[in-house]
Nanobody, 124 residues
Framework: QEQLVESGGGLVQTGGSLRLSCAAS????????MGWFRRAPGKDREFVAT????????YYADSVKGRFTISRDDAKNTVTLQMNSLEPEDTAVYYC?????????????????WGQGTQVTVSS
């Protein structure tokens, strides 16, 4: 069983950067595709980015493409989301998830494990 813990959230001004990390405690991290989702106040959970089990493939939501980068380090059991050029619309609680499926899972229902979330606030 994987336990996921996010960190790195905070308050940043428009145009700033943050780096979110997700640490997994299980033994089989490399068996999971990993993803980041977010939930803004009053809105549904939204897909942000995903990375394949091998780490060779990534996929992003259109709203963050070119600004966010997802990566993974299987030796450290971590997945990272580098967020640049942040906008107030990026304000949300960010969650990492682990999916036992192959490919690049976009749907939240495919994710078996979730972290508790970390708050990102972008001020205008």
């Amino acid at each position: 069983q994987e336990q996921l813990v996010e960190s790195g959230g905070g308050l940043v001004q428009t145009g700033g950067s943050l780096r979110l990390s997700c640490a997994a405690s299980g033994r089989f991290f490399s068996n999971y595709a990993m993803g980041w989702f977010r939930r803004a106040p009053g809105k549904d959970r939204e897909f942000v980015a995903t990375i394949s089990k091998s780490g060779r493939s990534t996929y992003y939501a259109d709203s963050v493409k070119g600004r966010f980068t997802i990566s993974r380090d299987d030796a450290k059991n971590t997945v990272t989301l580098q967020m640049n050029s942040l906008e107030p619309e990026d304000t949300a609680v960010y969650y990492c998830g682990a999916a036992a499926t192959g490919g690049l899972p976009v749907a939240g229902v495919l994710y078996k494990y979730w972290g508790q979330g970390t708050q990102v606030t972008v001020s205008s």
